[in-house]
């Protein structure tokens, strides 16, 4: 089946520093993948999400490469704020895989990300 | 354009005790999802409604009910409540059910304590 292995966390950065979260995947058929972040006390939200191999999603000042030889999509950003803290979560759906479905997204666990000033 | 809410924010139950946990959306989505959230486990699908008046199950829809009550409205239903029910438990919507697609929408959340 299909599953998502992120970095363990708690990560700590001072502010201006150079953020990466590290995130690779099992699927069996084409995913799209996906980071959403949840910020203290809210839902989930979508940070940026990448539909095919090479694609590069971002928003905000983040970014992350959808990698196939590497089954990977790591977060990264240059410059962290303050206003960054919160949890990240990776994702993926992977409706032409086996066992696959349309309406299914599979989590990893998330990293907890805490910005000094 | 609230998006999507949840009552209530929180809750304490004692075990046996049932209660409905209320989700609504206003934008016209279709399809409408609940899930759970517990430390160190990433978010897991309980039941999911693809367009009104369908239904189906999740991962770990065990221990709950859901009621498609129109297009707006998405409830939970805990019949028993039981200990290792106590989570944080989010609703989230999407315009169609295809998750490659279509961007889920998620709500605040409902912290449910069963003691």
């Known amino acids: 089946g299909n599953s998502v292995t992120q970095m363990e966390g708690p990560v700590t950065l001072s502010e201006e520093a150079f953020l990466t979260i590290n995130c690779t995947y099992t699927?069996?058929?084409?995913?799209?993948l996906f980071w959403y972040v949840q910020y203290p006390g809210e839902g989930l939200q979508l940070l940026l999400k990448?539909?095919?191999?090479?694609d590069k999603g971002s928003n905000k000042g983040f970014e992350a490469t959808y990698r196939k030889e590497t089954t990977s999509f790591h977060l990264e950003k240059g410059s962290v704020q303050v206003s960054d803290s919160a949890v990240y979560f990776c994702?993926?759906?992977?409706?032409?895989?086996?066992?696959?479905?349309?309406?299914?997204?599979?989590f990893g666990k998330g990293t907890l990300l805490t910005v000094n000033p | 354009n609230a998006g999507v809410t949840q009552t209530p924010k929180f809750q304490v139950l004692k075990t046996g005790q049932s209660m409905t946990l209320q989700c609504a959306q206003d934008?016209?989505?279709?399809?409408m999802y609940w899930y759970r959230q517990d430390p160190g486990m990433g978010l897991r699908l309980i039941y999911y409604?693809?367009?009104?008046?369908?239904?189906d199950k999740g991962e770990v829809p065990n221990g709950y009910n859901v009621s498609r009550l129109n297009k707006r409205e998405f409830s939970l239903r805990l019949e028993s409540a039981a200990p290792s029910q106590t989570s944080v438990y989010f609703c989230?919507?999407?315009?169609?059910?295809?998750?490659?697609?279509?961007?889920?929408?998620f709500g605040p959340g409902t912290r449910l304590t069963v003691t």
């Open positions: 994702a993926l759906s992977d409706p032409t895989g086996s066992g696959g479905s349309n309406y299914k997204l599979t």
């Open positions: 934008m016209n989505h279709n399809s």
């Open positions: 990448a539909t095919k191999a090479d």
């Open positions: 409604s693809a367009s009104e008046g369908t239904t």
């Open positions: 989230a919507s999407s315009e169609e059910e295809l998750a490659s697609f279509y961007e889920q929408y």
């Open positions: 699927a069996t058929g084409y995913p799209s």
